[in-house]
């Protein structure tokens, strides 16, 4: 009995732990409405508390919004423009400079990026951008789920070898996934659906992999590790989209 007992432990608790991290996610209210109309969105990282855009003649103010950590964005709507050509207003503190946007507007959301320091304006979002969050998510997500693999006394170096192989393929999969549906104003409520989407077929990819390529253990006991692991970056995964942009 004692020896049956011992064998349950870590999984009963991992499974406590689990439900009491699931129960503390925070809840929101959830409001239908029709979609945004087109729009000229500028990501601006590590905007000024003072900085204001306005566009045109009419010297239109954008919408700010700072959902995220790292980034704000400033936002004109299709019904408040008129012209075909645009120059950009930016004033923050006493400096005030301007940008010419010549860049044909011709999708439902046109993304751009502002690097203020340079006072440049880069179409859609940079390269630079990507490859920080890609690394945020894959250290955190790798991080929560060695903590699991080593707890469920995986040692072998073959194993581990599986472990990272396999979580950079399907952690980098995921964030394309969700990427491709995400744009900067996009509300965490709807990409959470694509996360669990996205996390289903994480799941039965690294099911298969681990079940296959990791020996160590019984096939029980890494069946159990994948649920636990993949449903704790589950959790991570949906906090981190409250948090950061994708």
């Not at 991290?21 to 905007?47: D, G, H, M, Q, R």
């Not at 998510?137 to 170096?157: D, N, P, S």
């Not at 029980?220 to 649920?227: A, M, N, Q």
Request: aromatic share 14%; glycine share 4%.
């Amino acid at each position: 009995m004692n020896k049956l007992a011992k064998r349950f432990k870590l999984p009963v608790f991992i499974f406590t732990l689990v439900i009491l991290a699931i129960a503390s996610i925070p809840t929101s209210v959830c409001l239908a409405n029709s979609a945004e109309p087109p729009s000229i969105v500028i990501i601006v990282p590590n905007a000024p508390d003072d900085l204001e855009i306005t566009i045109g003649e009419e010297n239109i103010k954008a919408g700010r919004t700072e959902n995220k950590l790292i980034e704000t964005y400033f936002t004109f709507y299709s019904y408040q423009l008129k012209a075909t050509e645009y120059t950009l207003n930016f004033t923050t503190g006493d400096e005030t400079f301007e940008i010419k946007l010549d860049t044909p507007l011709e999708k439902y959301n046109n993304i751009f990026t502002l690097d203020i320091t340079n006072r440049t304006l880069t179409p859609g979002t940079l390269l630079s951008r990507s490859i920080i969050l890609w690394s945020i998510r894959i250290f955190l997500t790798l991080l929560i789920e060695a903590a699991v693999f080593y707890e469920f006394g995986y040692r072998q170096k073959r194993s581990w070898a599986v472990f990272l192989g396999t979580n950079l393929i399907t952690q980098t999969a995921l964030y394309i996934w969700l990427s491709g549906f995400a744009l900067p104003l996009t509300g965490s409520f709807y990409l959470i659906f694509d996360l669990i989407i996205g996390e289903f077929f994480v799941f039965i990819v690294e099911m298969i992999a681990f079940l296959i390529l990791v020996n160590e253990h019984s096939r029980w006991r890494t069946t159990l590790y994948v649920i636990i692991a993949n449903l704790l970056s589950l959790i991570a995964g949906g906090y981190l989209i409250a948090l950061l942009p994708v």
